[in-house]
Each structure stands twice: as C-alpha cells, then as structure tokens.
C-alpha cells in the first residue's frame, strides 16, 4: 500500500478564462488539450505532454497560487525562456537545483509555474 505515482495537477483560474489557458499551456508550452469526462463540469479544460497532466479548473473566488506549483519538464528551456519573454510572460531564476537548469513563470492568470530541463 503506497503512493505509485502522480496522475494530475490542478491548477484554478478566474471563470471565463479557458481560452487564454488553452492559449498559455498549448499554444505557449506545446501540452494537448485532452476531452474532460462529460459527468464532469464543463467549465475548465485539461492538458496532457510528456506523461504530466494539467487540469484547469475554473474557481468562483479565484486567487493565483503564488507559492504552490507544477514543475514541468521541458526538452528546449531556452526556446520556451525566449518564447514566454517575447509574449511577455515573466521570467524568474531561482537557486540551482542540481541536474537541471529551470526558471520560474507566470500563466496568464498569475499562477506560478517552474520549468525544468535536465541537465
């Protein structure tokens, strides 16, 4: 008995939002939009890349996680580095880790978001 793994991540944004977080996750960062289930809400939208899964979930009293995260691998940190400046997306360094170069982002909504590549 144990935890085997991790199956999603959840992230809130304000409603109404869905479109700039499709824009951010899979246009910006390349994910997927995969079909919610259709017993779920139809507010919100879920991502899918590289084995990591993102679910968007739309909250009525929503706040930006400032501090909580998802860390995502990414195979080409400094083309998404130029890619986020250019649509404005900031950039922030933080301490190494060692085996990884990383930074950390915002989404459009002001959730934090650190992107890593291994070394």
Request: hydrophobic content about 45%; some cysteine.
């Amino acid at each position: 008995m144990g935890v085997v793994g991790l199956d999603h991540v959840q992230l809130a944004i304000p409603a109404g939002g869905e479109d700039r977080a499709r824009w951010f996750f899979a246009e910006l960062l390349g994910m997927t939009e995969v079909p919610k289930p259709a017993n779920l809400s139809a507010s919100g939208c879920w991502f899918t890349g590289g084995g990591a899964a993102l679910h968007i979930g739309v909250d009525p009293d929503f706040r930006p996680a400032k501090k909580a995260h998802p860390a995502l691998l990414v195979d080409d940190l400094a083309a998404l580095r130029e890619a986020l400046a250019a649509a404005g997306h900031p950039i922030r360094e933080d301490k190494p880790v060692e085996g990884y170069t990383r930074f950390f982002t915002e989404d459009p909504f002001g959730n934090r978001i650190e992107l890593m590549e291994r070394a």
